[in-house]
């Protein structure tokens, strides 16, 4: 099964800007829909951004105009950019990958955005 490794959170001041990475391990990442979810301090996990093996890609309202999710396919490399970043973003951040129906997540990085 793919497997997903997760790097590029970090602490940040309100207003500036991160990009994370979620690497995987596997060839069939060119045909996988992968999402990027978070988990605040509620405890609730949700979907932050996620695109498809052809590049479709979708938003949650919170984050759209700030959030942009890409991939390369060369590299087995999903990319979250993340601009204009608020208190409110801070969560750990998690990369699942849905391959013919297979759910795989990663370990998660943690995001600190400070006012």
């Known amino acids: 099964q793919v497997q997903l490794v997760e790097s590029g959170g970090g602490l940040v001041q309100a207003g500036g800007s991160l990009r994370l990475s979620c690497a995987a391990t596997?060839?069939?990442?060119?045909?996988?829909?992968i999402g990027w979810y978070r988990q605040g301090p509620l405890n609730q996990r949700e979907l932050v951004a996620d695109i498809t093996s052809g590049g479709t890609t979708n938003y949650a309202d919170s984050v759209k105009g700030r959030f942009t999710i890409s991939r390369d396919n060369a590299v087995n490399t999903v990319y979250l950019q993340m601009n204009s970043l608020q208190p409110a973003d801070t969560a750990v951040y998690y990369c699942?990958?849905?391959?013919?129906?297979?759910?795989?997540w990663g370990q998660g990085t943690q995001v600190t955005v400070s006012s």
């Open positions: 596997r060839s069939t990442f060119s045909v996988s829909t």
């Open positions: 699942q990958a849905e391959t013919f129906g297979v759910i795989t």
